[in-house]
T-cell receptor
Framework: EAQVTQNPRYLITVTGKKLTVTCSQNMNHEYMSWYRQDPGLGLRQIYYSMNVEVTDKGDVPEGYKVSRKEKRNFPLILESPSPNQTSLYFC??????????????FGPGTRLTVT | TQLLEQSPQFLSIQEGENLTVYCNSSSVFSSLQWYRQEPGEGPVLLVTVVTGGEVKKLKRLTFQFGDARKDSSLHITAAQPGDTGLYLCAVAVTSGTYKYIFGTGTRLKVLA
């Protein structure tokens, strides 16, 4: 089954404790992305990657890191989480070709609480 | 940067009513997408519109891309409780980058 998986689905942590949220897709998509969703602010893009070893900042990258060592995986790293990073996080993937827009497939979400 | 404004933010209607949701911007886009998100899940693509003035229909949902490609609307005819969800418009910003921008969303509740 074609899908985007994220782990964990729920996470409660404390300020400053490094964490990683994993994302994996099995559709051989070139483009992968991380979003956070907050009430009243909608979905905001954190980082994206157009292919292996190519990553770039979205609109809200501060406090986050990503890597794209393999095509299927795109982990999101919070080196020193803070309470303002409490949010619902989504990973997404799609095909990519410059000049074209493709459907993004979203994972089920990770609800993160930082106390 | 909030390029896409959606209205209304919230909408609660009775089953069988019609409704229209809007997505507006001052920028021109090569294409625009509409997604629907149900509670506890990620967004799912409904449609992509690419041509100014284009109208696409998906059962009771009608999507229109503005002639100037700056805005779009989603019209639902005879809404049903299954239409309940968060409707999001989205565009790709491709000048020197390839970011996706989402609107703030319209939360629709259809009452039986």
């Amino acid at each position: 089954e074609a899908q985007v998986t994220q782990n964990p689905r729920y996470l409660i942590t404390v300020t400053g404790k490094k964490l990683t949220v994993t994302c994996s897709q099995n559709m051989n998509h070139e483009y992968m992305s991380w979003y956070r969703q907050d009430p009243g602010l909608g979905l905001r893009q954190i980082y994206y990657s157009m292919n292996v070893e190519v990553t770039d900042k979205g609109d809200v990258p501060e406090g986050y890191k990503v890597s794209r060592k393999e095509k299927r995986n795109f982990p999101l790293i919070l080196e020193s989480p803070s309470p303002n990073q409490t949010s619902l996080y989504f990973c997404a993937s799609s095909h990519h070709q410059q000049g074209r827009t493709y459907e993004q497939y979203f994972g089920p979400g990770t609800r993160l609480t930082v106390t | 940067t909030q390029l896409l404004e959606q209205s209304p933010q919230f909408l609660s209607i009775q089953e069988g009513e019609n409704l229209t949701v809007y997505c507006n911007s001052s920028s021109v886009f090569s294409s625009l997408q509409w997604y629907r998100q149900e509670p506890g899940e990620g967004p799912v693509l409904l449609v992509t519109v690419v041509t100014g003035g284009e109208v696409k229909k998906l059962k009771r949902l009608t999507f229109q891309f503005g002639d100037a490609r700056k805005d779009s609307s989603l019209h639902i005819t005879a809404a049903q409780p299954g239409d309940t969800g968060l409707y999001l418009c989205a565009v790709a910003v491709t000048s020197g980058t390839y970011k996706y921008i989402f609107g703030t969303g319209t939360r629709l509740k259809v009452l039986a």
